[in-house]
């Protein structure tokens, strides 16, 4: 399933927008949401609106990093450059501390009531999360673009 949509996403960042919507219903790992979603994102005149709606769509499909339930420490992970960690909830508590390697808290984030955050960790290094939640969660880590294309 992996390797699917790997090559399901190299092949979206290369045709052009207006073959998008078949391509992602082919591909079939998108909901009829998504797909919807994507369908208005062809439909924006402007450039600069519909690059971030597609960029936002896209967003959507990246499966999460790490995911659970309640409880969980994660394994280490480490960053080179600036990176987002955006986070979701479904429970009413959730609290992550973002660690370094040696186990000081960085970051203390929490989500009254479920949801979706961010958080921009700034340094490069090595870091894990100890998440305490409620219910299920998800979590991503996604690199800042360091270079424009054209």
Not at 93 to 99: C, E, H, P
Request: net charge neutral; hydrophobic share 40%; glycine share 8%.
């Amino acid at each position: 399933m992996t390797t699917r949509l790997n090559s399901a996403r190299a092949l979206l960042l290369s045709i052009p927008s207006f073959f998008l919507t078949a391509c992602v219903t082919w591909c079939g790992t998108v909901n009829a949401t998504a797909t919807t979603a994507i369908s208005d994102c062809v439909s924006i005149r402007d450039d600069a609106g519909r690059l971030a709606c597609f960029d936002r769509e896209a967003r959507k499909l990246v499966e999460p990093r790490f995911s659970g339930r309640l409880s969980k420490i994660t394994e280490p992970f480490s960053i080179r450059q600036p990176t987002l960690l955006r986070y979701q909830s479904d429970g009413p508590i959730f609290v992550l501390y973002l660690k370094a390697a040696d186990g000081a808290v960085v970051q203390n984030l929490h989500i009254g009531g479920g949801g979706e955050a961010t958080y921009r960790i700034e340094q490069p290094g090595t870091y894990f999360l100890d998440v305490n939640g409620s219910e299920s969660w998800r979590i991503w880590l996604e690199p800042e673009a360091t270079s424009k294309a054209n």
